[in-house]
């Protein structure tokens, strides 16, 4: 598939070398067609990986993953266009972490609790189909499961559009993972993402981002 | 030892029956010396269960379960009384859950994200040594966990005072829990009350809240 990236940091680069490496054609995302980061990432990936600004890889993708900085989300998804996401999977791996008081970091107020980046997502491109994924764990394991226990631990994601779940879901199993909970609709952003201040406590309390949950029965 | 446990519902009478069975002296605490509830509990607990107001509850225990609604908790510590807590290990088992927009509830805004019930009572009675601990899960799983997996899957406490948190250790031990993770001082608390919003969730999924949370490494 053509998939667009938008963000160039590890998360971005991450994903989208996974995505090359099986198969599909990613167009990386940035304020900038030339970003520095982007052209490293580029010349990695080859043939299959291309670059360009946030709008250029919205249009570029059939599915497109958002990788930016949760306090930028919204004015990268609006860079990107309304017009280019219309109708398509709009994947949101990230989150709204506050770091102005210092470690460890809180939610952004106004996108905690009863709302949820997802969720403000959702409702600033109402034309795209938003699917909250991959936010709840470090990027390494985004694209590695058995890298934790063999991959027995668990997946959440949630969005409003089943079918597009259902296209989601083929690409984290083509990842690795095995079992994936969907959590409803957009609405369960919030619960996903308010899963990150316990992991980032555990991670200092580790030492490391090796870890993830899983829900037991 | 002699505890006392502020609230009369499902959560305070599963913990109080557990700690009578354990050979502990329980009272029964809440705003009416008389309550139905608590005089229910009492006929079936036998001699080591007794029954009173708050502040009696708390002038009684050398510690004191808080296992009031969250909406209520700090009215209800308030009634224990600074002066019989004062010195005195405080679980807090709540969970300020806002249920007024319906189900799944979201927390109480004010006690969220920068802060917590925990925290909150913490600050409401400073010289108490609040430790959070048994909010992450139904009250059943509390005293019973191998009801799920045999037992393997995490207990999550955190508190300021390392002999208080050493203390409610062993009582969790005995209640046969295995793997305990301490998160550290009392501002934990935000992160383990923000699990409870995807914990409602997975059970109003799974139907039933014989679940628990398991950190895989």
Same mark, same amino acid.
């Given at each position: 598939m053509k998939i667009g990236i938008l963000g160039t940091g590890m998360?971005?680069?991450t994903l989208g070398t996974k995505l090359v490496q099986l198969g599909h054609q990613v167009k990386m995302g940035s304020r900038t067609a030339t970003n520095e980061k982007a052209a490293k990432w580029v010349k990695e990936a080859g043939a299959n990986g291309t670059q360009g600004t946030f709008a250029d890889a919205s249009a570029f993708g059939e599915i497109i993953f958002n990788c930016t900085k949760g306090d930028g989300a919204i004015d990268a998804v609006k860079a990107?266009?309304?017009d280019n996401l219309n109708g398509k999977i709009l994947v949101d791996v990230s989150n709204a972490l506050d770091f102005s008081k210092g470690m460890p970091p809180s939610l952004i107020p106004? /996108?905690?609790n009863t709302n949820? /980046?997802? !969720?403000e997502i959702q409702r600033t491109i109402p034309g795209a189909k938003v699917v909250?994924?991959?936010n709840t764990m470090n990027c390494v394991l985004m694209v590695n499961p058995t890298m934790v226990a063999s991959g027995a631990h668990d997946f959440f994601m949630c969005g409003n559009d089943e079918s597009a779940k259902a296209t989601v879901l083929e690409i984290i199993k083509s990842f690795g993972w095995e079992s994936i909970i969907d959590l409803g609709d957009i609405t369960g952003a919030r619960t996903? !993402?308010?899963l990150l201040p316990i992991w980032v406590r555990l991670m200092m309390k580790f030492g490391n981002p090796n870890f993830n949950f899983k829900i037991v029965k």
């Open positions: 998360v971005g680069a990107a266009g309304a106004s /996108l905690s949820s /980046l997802g !969720e909250k994924a991959f996903m !993402e308010m």
